[in-house]
Structure formats: structure tokens, C-alpha cells
């Protein structure tokens, strides 16, 4: 007895089987890529600080200024200010004959306040704040511009130079 057994002879075509493996291939790169993109946003944070504004306001009775100035944090991870230099010197460099400070730097964000150097202001990412310097009138007079840098934490510098009025 013969039997005829017939073969089929037909499986994928090379076009579709090329169609399948660069699809495949196309899909774990993706995937991959998306992979590694959210580990290395996990290293690469980084702080950074904007001056939104700084300004200055002379007190007529007493002749002392405010200098007020807005930050907020556009990084990508909180930032914390250290302290602040006036013309190259930290601010509680300046103190008069009897030991009182003649610039008190103080911070707010979000209801809490401190005072630099000391306590440090964290402005966590996407929010804003503000430093006051409270500057003795006898210090420097109208006209004098100032130098400020506000120092982070992690050793960045902020620059502002601001005219008292």
C-alpha cells in the first residue's frame, strides 16, 4: 500500500519572518530606552535657583533699608540656602561696636520664616520665597550698590546686584 503523504511545504516567507524580528527589535529598544531614561533622571537632578525680583526700600524715620528679594526653585530637586554675602563678606560679618548686627537676614516660604546663617531655607521644587535683609542705614548710603549672592547648600552661588534707592 502506498500511501501518498503530501508535504506542506509552506512557513513563514523570509519578508514576513524580517517584518516580525525588526518589530520585535523595534519594541525592546523602546522599552529599554524608557527603562534607562528613568534611571538616569534619577541621577541627574540638580537644583537651581531663579531670582523672580529684588528690590530695595528706604525707611525715611529711621534711614535703614529692606531689601527684598523672590526666589523660587525651577531644578529639579529642593534646594536650601546657606547664607548670603553683602560685597563679598557674609552678612553676619557685619556687626557695629556692641556686637549688634547691622543686616539681619531673614527667609519665609510657605508660612515657616528663619534667619540665615543658622537656619537654613529649603525651597522644595516648584515653590517660591523670600529673603529680607534688614540693612543699618549707617552702612551704606543711597546710591550704593550691592553685591548679593545667595549660597546654597550643595555650593552654588546666586547673584543679585541690586541699588539702594
Not at 523672590?70 to 557685619?94: C, F, I, T, W
Not at 531673614?106 to 529673603?131: C, R
Amino acid at each position: 500500500m502506498a500511501r501518498s503523504m503530501v508535504r506542506n511545504k509552506s512557513g513563514l516567507s523570509p519578508v514576513i519572518a524580517t517584518v516580525i524580528l525588526v518589530s520585535v527589535t523595534i519594541v525592546v529598544a523602546v522599552a529599554v530606552a524608557y527603562w534607562m531614561g528613568g534611571i538616569a533622571g534619577l541621577y541627574t537632578r540638580f537644583e537651581k535657583i531663579e531670582i523672580t525680583s529684588a528690590y530695595a526700600v528706604k525707611d525715611p524715620t529711621s534711614g535703614n533699608y529692606t531689601v527684598t528679594v523672590q526666589l523660587k526653585n525651577s531644578g529639579s530637586q529642593d534646594s536650601s540656602m546657606a547664607y548670603v554675602l553683602v560685597n563679598g563678606r557674609p552678612s553676619e560679618d557685619y556687626l557695629d561696636a556692641s556686637n549688634n548686627s547691622q543686616i539681619i537676614v531673614s527667609w519665609t516660604i510657605d508660612g515657616s520664616t528663619g534667619y540665615l546663617p543658622g537656619e537654613s531655607m529649603t525651597v522644595p521644587l516648584g515653590k517660591s520665597g523670600e529673603i529680607v535683609l534688614e540693612i543699618d542705614g549707617g552702612l551704606y548710603g543711597s546710591g550704593t550698590t550691592l553685591d548679593l549672592k545667595f549660597h546654597s547648600a550643595a555650593g552654588k552661588d546666586y547673584p543679585q546686584m541690586l541699588a539702594l534707592p
